[in-house]
C-alpha cells in the first residue's frame, strides 16, 4: 500500500505562470488536507477536501488558489499568477472516512523565480 | 486563527534529558489528539496520539499526557537523543465539520549530544 505520494517534489515557476500540485491519497482514504510550509516555520492550513466536495477552505488564498478532488484521479492545488511569496513546501495529507491517522505526503517544494 | 496553540517555538535537551512539548486548544469538539514528527526536507509522520478517554498514552520513550478540563495536552520524549532533533507538531481532529484536522505551529526540537 503506498502512502501519499505528490508530485512534483520540486517545481521551480517563473512569475505569473501557474503551478499544478497533485497528491494521490493513500488507498482507502476519502479526507485531504493541504498545508503551506515556510522555511523554519509551522504547517498552515489551507483546504480541507473530501471527494467532489470542499469542507473548508477557510485558509486558503481569497485569490489566485484553488484545490479540488475529483471522484477519479488526484486531488490537484492551483496556483495561478504565482509570485515569489508563493515559494514553500506545499503538503497534502490524507485519512480515511474517521479522521483519523493523517498520513503525509513528501511534499512539493515550489520556488518563485 | 490558530485553534491549537503550541509551546514553546523552539527547544534544546541535552542527551538524556527530558523534552517537553505543551499544547493547547480551545474547540471542545476536537476528540482526537495526534503528535507528527518532521525531519528536514522530509514530511511530517505520525509518531503517537490520544483520546479524550484517558489521560496518559506512552510508546517507548514517547507519552501523550492529557488534561481534558485544562484543554491541554503535551509530549514527553524521555531520555533525549540527538536523533530525536526534529520539528514537532501537535494536532487536533474535530468531530464536527466532517472530521477536521488542525496543527499546532510546531516545536523545533534540538538535542545536543
Known amino acids: 500500500n503506498a502512502g501519499v505520494m505528490q508530485n512534483p517534489r520540486h517545481l521551480v515557476r517563473r512569475r505569473g505562470q501557474e503551478a499544478r500540485l497533485r497528491c494521490s491519497p493513500m488507498?482507502?482514504?476519502?479526507?485531504v488536507y493541504w498545508y503551506r510550509q515556510l522555511p523554519e516555520e509551522g504547517l498552515k492550513f489551507m483546504v480541507y477536501?473530501?471527494?467532489?466536495?470542499?469542507?473548508?477552505e477557510s485558509g486558503m488564498p481569497k485569490e489566485r488558489f484553488s484545490a479540488e478532488f475529483p471522484k477519479e484521479g488526484p486531488s490537484i492545488l492551483r496556483i495561478q499568477q504565482v509570485v515569489r511569496g508563493d515559494s514553500a513546501a506545499y503538503f497534502c495529507?490524507?485519512?480515511?472516512?474517521?479522521?483519523?491517522?493523517?498520513?503525509f505526503g513528501q511534499g512539493t517544494r515550489l520556488t518563485v523565480v | 486563527q490558530q485553534q491549537v496553540k503550541q509551546s514553546p517555538q523552539s527547544l534544546i535537551v541535552q542527551k538524556g534529558g527530558i523534552s517537553i512539548i505543551n499544547c493547547a486548544y480551545e474547540?471542545?469538539?476536537?476528540?482526537?489528539f495526534p503528535w507528527y514528527q518532521q525531519f528536514p526536507g522530509k514530511g511530517p509522520a505520525l509518531l503517537i496520539a490520544?483520546?479524550?478517554?484517558?489521560s496518559e498514552k506512552k510508546e517507548g520513550r514517547f507519552t501523550i499526557s492529557f488534561n481534558k478540563s485544562a484543554k491541554q495536552f503535551s509530549l514527553h520524549i524521555m531520555d533525549s537523543q540527538p536523533g530525536d532533533s526534529a520539528t514537532y507538531f501537535c494536532?487536533?481532529?474535530?468531530?464536527?465539520?466532517?472530521?477536521?484536522?488542525?496543527f499546532g505551529a510546531g516545536t523545533r526540537l534540538t538535542v545536543k549530544p
Open positions: 495529507a490524507s485519512s480515511p472516512w474517521d479522521g483519523t491517522e493523517a498520513f
Open positions: 488507498k482507502g482514504h476519502s479526507h
Open positions: 477536501l473530501q471527494k467532489e466536495n470542499i469542507i473548508d
Open positions: 474547540n471542545t469538539a476536537f476528540d482526537y
Open positions: 490520544i483520546r479524550p478517554d484517558v
Open positions: 494536532a487536533a481532529r474535530s468531530n464536527t465539520n466532517n472530521n477536521d484536522m488542525r
